[in-house]
């Protein structure tokens, strides 16, 4: 908090559609006196021993605050380039990745009611980075678990569910094929499970809760999935299709001192510039951000202006098949403010 009384907040506004997105957060924040004051970071990276690093102003600034909203990062293909946001989560600790993913009343989907939670392991498992090339035609890719990472994101998932009123906390795993890796997460799952005896605690296989939840989603409402890296990464994307797609899922980053929130899709260069972007994904993790700073109040107020002008339906963006544009479906909230 500054004198002012207002929190400083690092917005990296990211590439692609990020400056468009950022730019409907800002104004809807600055319309419902937000107590935020944004501090911009640039996360062009730089290359530190031959490494892709994030410049240290941009470190210093999200150390500072402890929290940052991001837009999103293009990731260069190619060799020697390492991705931005798994950078950033190595460098900030971020252990935790939430994705909730709730049913927007007037868009309709296959399936209304749908509120998940799904908790991403987001430091480990396969994403750990360890590749070889053992001899030709050969390459080995390693999935590691340690009980620490494990440890701090079962512990997140059953204080989460504590939080927002969940009774239940689901491994999702595949200990039956993964004895050990996926069998410790699991087996640490149980153990932590002893220390919440509020919250009811069981485990089900991925390809299970695949099926299940696309064959009827709502059972899994009551729940807070916890699961690790790969599986979290794949599993929240199917439950962005429940509701409608990649322009209305949020999340958050949590690490230990510092928290980082984001939309869950990418930079979209095919929309790019021209005003088409939804910016609802970034705005519903910005929401996020607001509650785990316990700004609850204005959380509540912004979420129900966003939820009013989805409902009404007439000032919505292309991906939602309406005609708006990202400013004037922004200022239709603003309207609602
Ligand atoms: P993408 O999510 O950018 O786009 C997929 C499709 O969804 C596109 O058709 C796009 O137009 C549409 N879309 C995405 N967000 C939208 C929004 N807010 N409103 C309307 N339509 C939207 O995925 P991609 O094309 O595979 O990736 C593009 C770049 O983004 C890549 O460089 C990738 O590495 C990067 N990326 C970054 C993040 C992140 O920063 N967290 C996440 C995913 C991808």
């Known amino acids: 908090k500054q004198p002012n009384g207002k929190y400083l907040v690092s917005l990296i506004e990211g590439d692609g559609i990020g400056p468009e997105i950022s730019q409907s957060v800002k104004d809807i924040y600055s319309a419902a006196n937000v107590p935020i004051d944004w501090e911009p970071v640039d996360v062009t990276p730089v290359l530190v021993d031959g490494k892709t690093a994030i410049p240290q102003p941009a470190i210093d600034s999200i150390k500072r605050n402890l929290v940052a909203l991001k837009g999103p990062l293009a990731t260069p293909i190619g060799k020697g380039h390492v991705s931005l946001n798994l950078t950033l989560r190595r460098t900030f600790n971020l252990f935790a990745n939430v994705r909730p993913c709730k049913s927007i009343v007037g868009y309709k989907t296959p399936y209304d009611g749908v509120d998940t939670v799904l908790i991403r392991e987001n430091t480990e498992g396969e994403y750990s980075g360890i590749e070889h ?171 129900k202006a966003i939820f009013d002008t989805l409902a009404e339906g007439k000032y919505l963006t292309g991906d939602l098949g309406g005609s708006a544009k990202t400013h004037e479906y922004a200022q239709a909230i603003i309207d609602k403010l």
């Open 133 to 303: 090339h053992v001899v030709d035609g050969v390459v080995q890719s390693i999935k590691l678990i340690t009980r620490d990472a494990s440890e701090r994101v079962l512990k997140y998932a059953f204080q989460y569910a504590n939080a927002v009123g969940k009774q239940k906390v689901r491994v999702v795993h595949k200990a039956t094929i993964m004895k050990q890796s996926d069998g410790l997460f699991l087996e640490i799952g149980k153990e932590l499970a002893k220390q919440y005896p509020e919250i009811q605690f069981d485990y089900e296989l991925l390809d299970n809760t695949c099926l299940n939840m696309v064959t009827d989603p709502t059972p899994y409402n009551d729940k807070v999935l916890v699961m690790p890296n790969l599986y979290g990464d794949i599993l929240s994307d199917m439950c962005a299709g429940l509701i409608g797609g990649l322009g209305l899922t949020p999340s958050g980053n949590i690490g230990d001192k510092c928290s980082i929130f984001e939309a869950v899709h990418g930079s979209a260069p095919d929309i790019a510039g021209k005003a088409l972007a939804n910016p609802t994904a970034l705005l519903f993790s910005s929401i996020m951000m607001l509650q785990h700073m316990g700004l609850n109040e204005h959380a509540t107020k912004i979420q």
